[in-house]
């Protein structure tokens, strides 16, 4: 609650894996939650959850229309194919639309999820990384007139339903096969979708104070605790049941393999070292700490082995 009004959070990306959760925890919460998407209600939203079907996040009129007044954004919004190239003039007009709407209809805060990989921008102006960064720097550059902005440079987001390189590295240990990663020993940040979701509605419930001290930064939230590639197997292989399989391959040979096959993206998300900065800002300015960490965080694996 903030200043004794009831919460109100709108979020883009609606029918994402992110979104799910962040809904399912509004509706527990009693936080007013309108879902914005493109795509038409799935059955499994919760009925307290408002839903809004937009033509598009870069068409201002239909978004202002369906936006709550005074209320907090989480944009979400997202091309899953992470490898395949986006256009950036495609973002930036989606970013102009979706401030625009946010302006007119009163928007008071917005929270970008952003990655990591914004950090990095250099493989080119269509790069994941590098859109991303535009996406930042427009929401930035729209502070002021009412609207305070947060950008949240995601690690890897992992969770019951989750995709993506986590998702597809608990299905290959469930299913016994042998992983070269006997020596991934660098540490990589994750960051369960529970704890992602505690700090969303730690700051949409936030007073003035800070958001006005957070406005305009970037934070790195993750759970706390970094972990390596070879230690996550064996974590997973834990809840799941299974006795992990790992090869010790050393990460150069490794390395040479991906350059010579074009996995090279695939195996950086195992073998590259992953650092963010620890959550401490975040704690002072929005009284958020991770409420879950690794190994325990990794308990829906053995319920999504025995559902596939």
């Given at each position: 609650?903030?200043?004794?009004?009831?919460?109100?959070?709108?979020?883009?990306?609606?029918?994402?894996?992110?979104?799910?959760?962040?809904?399912?925890?509004?509706?527990?919460?009693?936080?007013?939650?309108?879902?914005?998407?493109?795509?038409?209600?799935?059955?499994?939203?919760?009925?307290?959850?408002?839903?809004?079907?937009?033509?598009?996040?870069?068409?201002?009129?239909?978004?202002?229309?369906?936006?709550?007044?005074?209320?907090?954004?989480?944009?979400?919004?997202?091309?899953?194919?992470?490898?395949?190239?986006?256009?950036?003039?495609?973002?930036?007009r989606l970013c102009a639309g979706l401030i625009e709407a946010a302006r007119r209809a009163g928007t008071a805060r917005i929270i970008?999820?952003?990655?990591?990989?914004?950090?990095?921008?250099?493989?080119?102006?269509?790069?994941?990384?590098?859109?991303?960064?535009?996406v930042e720097q427009r929401f930035l550059a729209a502070r002021g007139h009412g609207i305070d902005v947060v950008i949240l440079r995601?690690?890897?987001?992992?969770?019951?339903?989750?995709?993506?390189?986590?998702?597809?590295?608990?299905?290959?240990?469930?299913?016994?096969?042998?992983?070269?990663?006997?020596?991934?020993?660098?540490?990589?940040?994750?960051?369960?979708?529970?704890?992602?979701?505690?700090?969303?509605?730690?700051?949409?419930?936030?007073?003035?104070?800070?958001?006005?001290?957070?406005?305009?930064r970037i934070f790195e939230p993750s759970d706390g605790e970094p972990i390596g590639t070879r230690d996550l197997v064996r974590a997973?292989?834990?809840?799941?049941?299974?006795?992990?399989?790992?090869?010790?391959?050393?990460?150069?040979?490794?390395?040479?393999?991906?350059?010579?096959?074009?996995?090279?993206?695939?195996?950086?998300?195992?073998?590259?070292?992953?650092?963010?900065?620890?959550?401490?800002?975040?704690?002072?300015?929005?009284?958020?700490?991770?409420?879950?960490?690794?190994?325990?965080?990794?308990?829906?694996?053995?319920?999504?082995?025995?559902?596939?």
């Open positions: 609650m903030t200043d004794g009004r009831r919460v109100k959070l709108d979020l883009t990306g609606a029918t994402g894996f992110i979104a799910r959760g962040v809904m399912e925890a509004c509706a527990d919460a009693g936080v007013a939650c309108r879902a914005l998407s493109r795509s038409g209600r799935p059955d499994w939203v919760p009925p307290a959850v408002a839903w809004r079907t937009v033509p598009s996040y870069a068409d201002a009129d239909a978004l202002a229309g369906a936006l709550s007044r005074g209320g907090c954004l989480l944009h979400l919004a997202d091309n899953p194919a992470r490898d395949a190239e986006r256009s950036a003039d495609a973002a930036a970008v999820a952003s990655s990591v990989h914004a950090r990095d921008a250099q493989a080119g102006p269509a790069s994941y990384g590098a859109v991303k960064r535009l995601l690690s890897p987001v992992y969770g019951p339903g989750g995709a993506g390189g986590f998702a597809a590295l608990s299905r290959l240990v469930a299913r016994g096969v042998p992983l070269p990663f006997g020596r991934a020993a660098a540490p990589r940040a994750y960051l369960s979708r529970r704890n992602l979701v505690a700090l969303v509605l730690a700051m949409a419930g936030a007073g003035d104070a800070a958001w006005a001290e957070a406005s305009g997973m292989a834990a809840q799941i049941g299974v006795a992990p399989r790992l090869l010790p391959v050393p990460p150069r040979l490794l390395r040479l393999l991906a350059g010579a096959t074009r996995t090279g993206s695939l195996l950086s998300g195992a073998l590259d070292e992953l650092r963010v900065a620890p959550p401490l800002e975040l704690e002072r300015r929005f009284g958020w700490r991770p409420v879950e960490r690794m190994p325990e965080s990794l308990a829906f694996l053995a319920a999504e082995v025995r559902r596939a």
